[in-house]
């Protein structure tokens, strides 16, 4: 990655995105150093313009934001830094410097099918998925149809509560399923996106 510190006198904007909600967080300034420093430790450092100095977020609160991925944009001179966050990111105590709540419903499925996954890899004693992923993937096909038909009773019999229940446990049994085929809730939204018409 070659960027172009010139343009603004040594520095370039990076603008931090929540990894799992795709929520802006802030925007800082980084120059070489905080840029070497934000790759090698994997936690995102700035250059402070008040303070003349660089800066790690977090160094103080502990809300430190873990680095998943940097990208330049197409002139080299602004950075896209995809990153976990540790608490608020603002110093007023927001989720965002934007006053937003770093909240979206929908990409916990994202960060589910990551910990399963994570599961996956681990295989701890005493997990559910673990015993999932150990019975191997015919069981978890079954799973999936087991809590498909139970989803289909609680909506043609049952409660709005039941109902809720009973699809949940379908899409978590559907997710291991996906991650043990090497696959990502994503592909899915991908498929449904290309047969998409207006």
Not at 101 to 121: G, S
Request: net charge negative.
């Amino acid at each position: 990655m070659k960027l172009d510190f010139d343009k603004m006198g040594g520095l370039i904007p990076a603008i931090i995105q929540d990894n799992n909600t795709n929520k802006v967080l802030m925007l800082g300034f980084m120059n070489e150093e905080a840029f070497e420093q934000t790759r090698q430790t994997g936690k995102v450092t700035f250059y402070s313009r008040s303070k003349n100095r660089l800066w790690m977020k977090g160094e103080t609160s502990g809300n430190v934001l873990k680095v998943v991925d940097i990208t330049a944009d197409c002139d080299n001179d602004t950075l896209l830094v995809k990153a976990i966050p540790a608490g608020p990111v603002c110093h007023t105590g927001n989720d965002t410097c934007f006053g937003e709540e770093n909240a979206e419903d929908i990409m916990f499925l994202k960060y589910l099918q990551n910990f399963i996954e994570r599961r996956r890899q681990d295989m701890p004693e005493g997990s559910y998925t673990t015993s999932l992923f150990s019975k191997g993937v015919n069981r978890m096909a079954q799973k999936v149809g087991e809590e498909a038909v139970e989803t289909v009773i609680e909506a043609t019999n049952g409660t709005e509560e039941g109902f809720i229940y009973e699809a949940s446990d379908m899409i978590y049994h559907l997710i291991v399923l996906l991650t043990s085929k090497g696959m990502r809730i994503e592909d899915l939204a991908r498929e449904l996106k290309k047969r998409h018409k207006e």
